[in-house]
T-cell receptor, first 116, second 111 residues
Framework: DAGVTQSPTHLIKTRGQHVTLRCSPI?????VSWYQQVLGQGPQFIFQ???????GRGNFPDRFSARQFPNYSSELNVNALLLGDSALYLC???????????????FGSGTRLTVV | QKEVEQNSGPLSVPEGAIASLNCTYS??????FFWYRQYSGKSPELIMS????GDKEDGRFTAQLNKASQYVSLLIRDSQPSDSATYLC???????????FGKGTKLSVIP
């Protein structure tokens, strides 16, 4: 079975540009969460979606947005990129938000974003 | 501000020894607790989850939870060089499904 798939794996953008990151959850998983991991830190929660609805939002500026599609895949969009947005962006999936209590979240391999 | 604290390490142990990793959390209403392993340049991988006070064992790994002390630990028995990684403690709060992570503890197992 395919795990959580993220694309692209690496990305270099210039300050002020826009970026779109994509995630496909494990088959059968309906919940997708996005996390940002800066070097040397633990992942920080950005968004959670379930059944195409936003179920949680972390402490990130409005430049960050996301959506979930009918097939449960998801996009994370970041506008007006800043140098500080350089990080590993992780997508995590679970059967449903509450099922994380049973099985935890499974992370994709991430997208490494570098802003120059 | 919900916080999860971990000693950043590095923690060095000889091969075959027991590695002990510790984590404290600030939100007394926290409900679920997870340990993830992250190799350099890779994504976090779930090792253990625990929800009730006490110990939970899975192979060489034992997670321990003490909600009164707001403390979670992970013991790795018979440590192997392949266990060398950063170990992340993560917590979900009351009524929330988002994970709050600590900064991680870097473990080095010396052959």
């Amino acid at each position: 079975d395919a795990g959580v798939t993220q694309s692209p794996t690496h990305l270099i953008k210039t300050r002020g540009q826009h970026v779109t990151l994509r995630c496909s959850p494990i088959s059968g998983h309906k919940s997708v969460s996005w996390y940002q991991q800066v070097l040397g830190q633990g992942p920080q929660f950005i968004f959670q979606y379930y059944e195409k609805e936003e179920r949680g939002r972390g402490n990130f500026p409005d430049r960050f947005s996301a959506r979930q599609f009918p097939n449960y895949s998801s996009e994370l969009n970041v506008n007006a990129l800043l140098l500080g947005d350089s990080a590993l962006y992780l997508c995590a999936s679970s059967l449903a938000p509450g099922r994380a209590y049973d099985y935890g979240y499974t992370f994709g391999s991430g997208t490494r974003l570098t802003v120059v | 501000q919900k916080e999860v604290e971990q000693n950043s390490g590095p923690l060095s142990v000889p091969e075959g020894a027991i590695a002990s990793l510790n984590c404290t959390y600030s939100d007394r209403g926290s409900q679920s607790f997870f340990w993830y392993r992250q190799y350099s340049g890779k994504s976090p991988e779930l090792i253990m989850s625990i929800y009730s006070n006490g110990d939970k064992e899975d192979g060489r790994f034992t997670a321990q939870l003490n909600k009164a002390s707001q403390y979670v630990s992970l013991l790795i028995r018979d440590s192997q060089p392949s266990d060398s990684a950063t170990y992340l403690c993560a917590v979900t709060g009351a009524g929330s499904y988002q994970l709050t992570f600590g900064k991680g503890t870097k473990l080095s197992v010396i052959p």
